[in-house]
């Protein structure tokens, strides 16, 4: 019965890979995240997603893409990944796009790049 | 099950009041527990605690755990209509492999009105 799940819940891989993360969401909501959580346990949003319209975070990579293959679904494909790549990723989705719309959050992918 | 339940859901005060935030989890190997406070894009990462008893505080805020009655409180003091927010709690416990997981409640949605 889970609202927001992600899978894998971990991934370790080698630097230059491509990998994805899948998010899906069963709560029928109209927009989804990306967040990466940094070291100091802060949320960067990455993307932000609706049927209508895609937001980037301008920081992000363009080797980091979302694909929305319904509204249930928001995966993360990442090409070519780094080091630095290595980090918690967390998928989240709200009933609306806006600020204080209660987000529910997925329970993490924790991926590490050697 | 929830694992981080967090109340009320919602709540409206008037400027100048102070309201207390509950967070109450359930988890096997607990690490430390996070507030956020989300208002616009990304959640805005307010506090980690670690320890029971001891309060941290930022300016108005300030939160304190129980690791033995398993919960924390968020208190905002003479509240201010930008502390309009929800405000989430995530508790991070160990989940193996020498790594672990982030869970969030559903978040407190304060909204504070002149």
């Known amino acids: 019965d889970t609202a927001v799940s992600q899978t894998p819940k971990y991934l370790v891989t080698q630097m230059g890979n491509d990998k994805s993360i899948k998010c899906e969401q069963n709560l029928g909501h109209d927009t989804m995240y990306w967040y990466k959580q940094d070291s100091k346990k802060f949320l960067k949003i990455m993307f932000s997603?609706?049927?209508?319209?895609?937001?980037i975070n301008e920081t992000v990579p363009n080797r980091f893409s979302p694909k929305s293959p319904d509204k249930a679904h928001l995966n993360l494909h990442i090409n070519s990944l780094e080091l630095g790549d290595s980090a918690v990723y967390f998928c989240?989705?709200?009933?609306?796009?806006?600020?204080?719309?209660?987000?529910?959050f997925g329970p993490g992918t924790r991926l590490l790049v050697l | 099950e929830d694992k981080v339940v967090q109340s009320p859901l919602s709540l409206v005060v008037h400027e100048g009041d102070t309201v207390t935030l509950n967070c109450s989890y359930e988890v096997t190997n607990f690490r430390s527990l996070l507030w956020y406070k989300q208002e616009k894009k990304a959640p805005t990462f307010l506090f980690m605690l670690?320890?029971?008893?001891i309060e941290k505080k930022s300016g108005r805020l300030s939160s304190i755990l129980d690791k033995k009655e398993l919960f924390s409180i968020l208190n905002i003091t003479a509240t201010q209509t930008g502390d309009s927010a929800v405000y989430l709690c995530a508790v991070e416990d160990y989940s193996g492999a020498g790594s672990y997981q982030l869970t969030f409640g559903k978040g407190t949605k304060l909204s504070v009105i002149p």
């Open positions: 670690t320890s029971s008893g």
């Open positions: 989240a989705s709200s009933q609306f796009a806006g600020g204080r719309e209660t987000q529910y």
């Open positions: 997603y609706n049927n209508k319209e895609l937001i």
